[in-house]
């Protein structure tokens, strides 16, 4: 069993739809959770981090941990087509990327239609 | 503005030719990290250091090696390329306190 799961896609979903894009988790040692955006031929940029159990929101985006089933999920509102990227769930066990640096998902490819 | 920069941004090598990848973070992070991004797996951790001098191995290290002189620069070094080597390589640092890890722009990198 992989230590983190998430859907490939690609999702596609007409713009101003909300979108869900979610991660489930094996190991229970995690404690930081993040989504990081790519787009094409870039490197990730951070979206969202948040520590232990909870939500939280900046803007169009609402970040959601559930430890307890390890679970977690990003929620964009009023989604846009320059939203469209590859959408990566990451997690570490400590802080600052802690001694094995984050853990990914392989990514959801998020296609925003015109 | 501080920013964490890798060179060079594509190259073709062939088999058995060292390889080194150059990053240079200007956060003056103490951990810096190197991740390769492939197909169907994702991001995986190659290297990392938590300081000068210090290197750690990753999940994927076999066949690489990395060294740390100074705050700013972990070089990736490929031994010997092989072409299961071929891949996009990202530098990233963080400073351990919790904040955000920073990505490169990445490395494509072709063994041919």
């Known amino acids: 069993q992989k230590e983190v799961e998430q859907d490939p896609g690609p999702l596609s979903v007409p713009e101003g739809a909300i979108v869900s894009l979610n991660c489930t988790y094996s190991n229970s040692a995690f404690q930081y959770f993040m989504w990081y955006r790519q787009y094409s031929r870039k490197g990730p940029e951070l979206l969202m981090y948040?520590?232990?159990?909870g939500n939280k929101e900046d803007g169009r985006f609402t970040a959601q941990v559930d430890k307890s089933s390890k679970y977690i999920s990003l929620f964009i509102r009023d989604s846009q087509p320059s939203d469209s990227a590859t959408y990566l769930c990451a997690m570490s066990g400590a802080s600052g990327g802690g001694a094995d640096g984050l853990t990914f998902g392989k990514g959801t490819h998020l296609i925003i239609q015109p | 503005d501080a920013e964490i920069t890798q060179s060079p941004r594509h190259k073709i090598t062939e088999t058995g030719r060292q390889v080194t990848l150059a990053c240079h973070q200007t956060?003056?992070?103490?951990?810096m990290f190197w991740y390769r991004q492939d197909l169907g797996h994702g991001l995986r951790l190659i290297h990392y250091s938590y300081g000068v001098q210090d290197t750690n191995k990753g999940e994927v290290s076999d066949g690489y090696s990395v060294s740390r002189s100074n705050t700013e620069d972990l070089p990736l070094t490929l031994e010997s390329a092989a072409s299961s080597q071929t891949s996009v390589y990202f530098c990233a640092s963080s400073d351990g306190a919790g904040n955000t890890i920073y990505f490169g722009e990445g490395s494509w990198l072709t063994v041919v």
């Open positions: 956060w003056n992070h103490n951990n």
């Open positions: 948040t520590y232990s159990s």
